[in-house]
């Protein structure tokens, strides 16, 4: 398959058990720029762990992770934002206490000097609030509304711009059209496909396998904790990507697909 | 928890005229539990003030809104700790004791070992912030704050005994830790701090909307604060200065008030408190050290309890083994309440504090000036209270209804 760009992520033997419960198992995945991955599974086949190991919510049990072909360690979400890695979590993660500005520059606020208590640039987070906001044509009445007010659509929306924020080389997307209507779940396609022209790497958990075949350029399919099937774009049909996710052709244990 | 999300009250029975009435009343629950959590407050307050003043006119004479404003001062600076507790989402119990037992340990210091005030008072604040401190430790290791500051209380009730002297008072009258409440600012100087601190508002009110760039008039944005925070300020100089002048205390609790608002209100700190309080897992994953602000808050409440206890002892010229006790931690924790802040974390300003503090006590002294029982007293608090949360718990959910989220 074409390599796209730089190689952002690799993670090489990466497990995790919580107790006796193998969540991950020998997992390898690599991630470049420009690079659009799909993970897709059945329920409590891993996804989850394998995005908080990424996101450093979870920290592996063994195997390595590197970052741009440095290995790291992600003790916590700060480390894995500052290695350039931004996490768009299925329950978006925003507090309903807040207005929409103080939401997406949560953590990373636009502050002025050290002397006068490090206060919040109000007014330059607004401007760059409206650019982002505008930029993915994320509507909002006000934007010192409590988010908690606002519809599912525009929760989302809000939720994604805070991605692009931090200006992260690696977005990770949880499940991001769950729950959306029509329009709003062709908007954040048009979203993913976005960051991936912007040369960011995008990593895409989602049930929605016509999702996944119309933006990913690669999937990769994990079952009880390990990878089990790598697809690249266009030689795959749905019927491969069902088989490999229920492991109906597990019989022989080598599918067609894995390469 | 992050997901569910307030519902407008739209065309449901019984919460509004089902006709265009309805987004202007989500918009108004909506602002009511935003910005303009306040007005609410406010209104009762007047209304307090209008049905005592009606029973007996010297109420609102400035020897009476002096004594008030001295009688609130230490539920006030109190309930400013409370808030900061309330706000990340935890709950203090101890903090009334704690004021007693720092109020003691000053005047241990300041009296018994002659200690110069300054350092005794440093020192009683120190006690605060370390007994606070091993309480934080507790918490963020997982124990319940209700439960760490219940012990935390009763341990602290044994230690007000054991720094106490053997005949458990300390008088302080006729010394210097007396004169913190019985001093009081001069007109000309309260009239100066009062304009100073007005025309830094005003600038930086007009620099904030300079700064937008909208190209509007700078008339309601600006004009409008200015006058309302004009009014509050010089007129209640102008009250208490008829009286004997501003008392000392309460400018110590403006002048904490105005330091929180400004770090709760303008800085990032502030913000990641306000989230911490909000979604305590959304702040984690925004990489905002969580256990950090918790401990952050409990100090603060340290340093308010210490000031609250001396401001208290000097008021009343003695430490004894009543302080700190009574309905001080109680009141201070329904001023904050009545006052606006979210039992649930996350909402409310720190002028809740102060707005709380003069609900409740406003009650107490109308009720002790008209020579009613203090039965009438307990229950006009405790109803006020209770009507407080009530409407707290509507705003959040943005229903009358039950069971509507």
């Known amino acids: ?27 390898d995945l690599e991630l470049h720029r420009g690079e659009v991955v799909a993970l897709v599974g059945d329920n409590g086949a891993g996804k989850s762990t394998l995005i908080k190991v990424i996101s450093g919510v979870e920290h592996p049990d063994s195997g390595t992770i590197q970052v741009r072909g440095e290995s790291v360690r992600l003790e916590t979400p700060r480390a894995a934002q500052s290695a350039g890695i931004h996490t768009v979590h299925q329950d978006l993660s925003l507090c309903d206490n ?23 640039s109000r007014h330059r987070m607004e401007v760059e609030a409206r650019q982002v906001l505008d930029s993915l044509a994320v509507k909002l009445r006000s934007l010192t509304t409590p988010v908690g007010g606002l519809s599912g659509g525009q929760r989302q929306g809000i939720a994604i711009c805070r991605a692009l924020i931090s200006d992260p080389s690696l977005v990770l997307l949880d499940e991001p059209t769950a729950a959306l209507g029509v329009t709003q779940r062709a908007e954040v396609l048009d979203l993913i496909l976005r960051l991936k022209a912007q040369d960011r790497g995008v990593l895409v958990i989602s049930h929605d396998l016509k999702d996944v075949q119309e933006v990913a350029d690669r999937v990769v399919v994990m079952r009880l904790g390990s ?33 | 928890m992050s997901t569910q999300q307030i ?64 009688q609130i001062v230490t539920t006030a ?113 309260s009239l100066a701090l009062g304009a100073a601190g007005w025309l830094i508002f005003c600038a930086t009110r007009y ?52 330091i929180a608002a400004y770090f709760t209100g303008r800085t990032r700190y502030g913000t990641h408190l306000y989230a911490v309080g909000g979604n305590r897992e959304a702040a984690q994953r925004a990489g905002i050290p969580v256990s950090r602000m918790v ?47 979210s039992l649930f974390g996350g909402r409310g300003t720190v002028w809740a504090a102060l707005l709380g503090a003069l609900v409740i006590g406003s009650i107490n002294n109308g009720v002790q000036l008209l020579g ?4 009438v007293q307990s229950f006009a608090t405790g109803g006020v209270l209770i009507l407080a949360v009530a409407i707290d718990v509507v705003i959040t959910r943005g229903s009358l209804l039950p069971n509507r989220r």
């Open chain 2, 207 to 258: 620099r904030t909307h300079r700064e937008r760039e909208s190209g509007t008039s700078p008339l309601v944005p600006v004009g409008v604060p200015a006058l309302v925070s004009g009014v509050v300020i010089f007129g209640s100089i102008a009250v208490l200065s008829e009286g004997p002048g501003l008392p000392l205390p309460v400018l110590i609790l403006v002048g904490m008030l105005l």
């Open chain 2, 7 to 70: 519902q407008p009250p739209t065309a449901a029975p019984a919460a509004a005229p089902a006709e265009a009435g309805t987004p202007m009343l989500s918009r108004m629950v909506e602002g009511l539990s935003g910005r303009y959590r306040s007005i609410p407050v406010l209104l009762v307050l007047a209304l307090i003030w209008v049905y005592f003043y009606s029973q007996n006119s010297a109420f609102l004479t400035s020897g009476n809104i002096t004594t008030l404003t001295l």
């Open chain 1, 98 to 120: 807040l207005d929409a500005v103080r939401n997406l520059f949560l953590g990373q606020e636009i502050t002025g000097g050290l002397l006068r208590g490090r206060p919040v």
């Open chain 1, 227 to 259: 990878k089990v099937a790598e697809f690249g774009r266009g030689d795959y049909s749905s019927s491969d990507l069902i088989a490999a996710i229920t492991g109906a052709h597990e019989a022989p244990r080598t599918p067609e697909g894995i390469r």
């Open chain 2, 372 to 375: 009613l029982s203090t039965e």
């Open chain 2, 295 to 341: 401990i952050y808050s409990f100090l603060v409440l340290g340093v308010c309890a210490a000031v609250a206890g001396m401001v208290e002892a000097s008021r009343l010229l003695a430490v004894s083994n009543s302080s700190g006790g009574g309905p001080l931690m109680l009141n201070a924790i329904a001023a904050a309440v009545v006052g606006g802040v």
């Open chain 2, 77 to 189: 600076i109190l309930a400013l700790g409370v808030v900061f507790v309330l706000l990340v989402g935890e709950i203090d119990l101890s903090s009334a004791m704690l004021s007693g037992v720092c109020a003691t340990v000053t005047a241990q210091l300041a009296i018994k070992s002659e200690w110069p005030l300054w350092v005794a008072i440093l020192g009683g604040v120190a006690v605060g912030v370390a007994f606070v401190g091993a309480e934080v430790l507790a918490i963020i290791f997982g124990v319940p704050s209700l439960i760490v500051t219940l012990g935390g209380m009763v341990i602290l009730q044994g230690l007000l005994l054991v720094v106490l002297p053997p005949e458990f008072a300390i008088n302080v009258a006729g010394t210097d830790y007396a004169k913190i409440s019985s001093t009081y600012i001069p007109s000309g100087w």
């Open chain 1, 1 to 27: 398959m074409p390599e796209a760009g730089e190689l952002l992520l690799q993670l090489s033997q990466v497990s995790k058990y919580f107790g006796g419960v193998r969540a991950l198992h020998e997992v």
